[in-house]
């Protein structure tokens, strides 16, 4: 039973390089998001989607772009990689919504990139 | 934006003390839950509340959820080394409840 499965772990681009970032669950959440980690922060919202095909954008969308087109993975691309995207990205599923019944997030292990 | 605050920041404390963890915000939560983080892995669920001055208590850890649903408190009771970690408080917010917001964060190193 893998969960939440994200790959690479880590990664090192070059101004303006792109990439993506996968993410595949085997639990068949409906629900899935992928946030930024910054040093000694929260986690902020990038994109999520309720459902396959469907996606809508969190706190700080600009400079990435996702796609659902299954209900078991859900890509992060980013395009014209730039320093202030160095980060640690987690992806996380859900079913239902977290918060309902005591239902939360399972979270992947993360992917640490640095821009340079 | 809604947020929501943690205090403190960092704690460093030693093995046997007690200690509480504060998630403040001024929006309103239909739930809300924590999170423990260890180094180099995501998040990892640890409770849930929903209603308005519930407490839950899991093995040394209680957890309270305000009466007015804006804030939640982490209690830890002689604590070990293996409660080190960050520690992420997450609220639904009413109308919006398929996404969390975290909190800033709380970082608790238990030394021996």
């Known amino acids: 039973n893998a969960g939440v499965t994200q790959t690479p772990k880590f990664r090192i681009l070059k101004i303006g390089q792109s990439m993506t970032l996968q993410c595949t669950q085997d639990?068949?959440?409906?629900?899935m998001y992928w946030y930024r980690q910054d040093p000694g922060m929260g986690l902020k919202l990038i994109y999520y989607?309720?459902?396959?095909?469907?996606?809508d954008k969190g706190e700080v969308p600009n400079g990435y772009n996702v796609s659902r087109s299954t209900t078991e993975d859900f890509p992060l691309r980013l395009e014209l990689a730039a320093p202030s995207q160095t980060s640690v990205y987690f992806c996380?599923?859900?079913?239902?919504?977290?918060?309902?019944?005591?239902?939360?997030?399972?979270f992947g292990s993360g992917t640490r990139l640095t821009v340079v | 934006t809604q947020l929501l605050e943690q205090s403190p920041q960092f704690l460093s404390i030693q093995e046997g003390e007690n200690l509480t963890v504060y998630c403040n915000s001024s929006?309103?939560?239909?739930?809300l839950q924590w999170y423990r983080q260890e180094p180099g892995e995501g998040p990892v669920l640890l409770v849930t509340?929903?209603?308005?001055?519930e407490v839950k208590k899991l093995k040394r850890l209680t957890f309270q959820f305000g009466d007015a649903r804006k804030d939640s408190s982490l209690h830890i009771t002689a604590a070990q080394t293996g409660d080190t970690g960050l520690y992420l408080c997450?609220?639904?917010?009413?109308?919006?409840?398929?996404?969390?917001?975290f909190g800033t964060g709380t970082l608790l190193a238990v030394q021996p």
């Open positions: 996380a599923s859900s079913y239902p919504p977290a918060g309902w019944g005591g239902y939360g997030y399972t």
């Open positions: 639990m068949n959440h409906n629900y």
């Open positions: 989607s309720v459902g396959a095909g469907i996606t």
């Open positions: 929006s309103v939560f239909s739930s």
């Open positions: 509340v929903v209603t308005g001055g």
């Open positions: 997450a609220g639904a917010v009413r109308g919006a409840t398929n996404k969390l917001i």
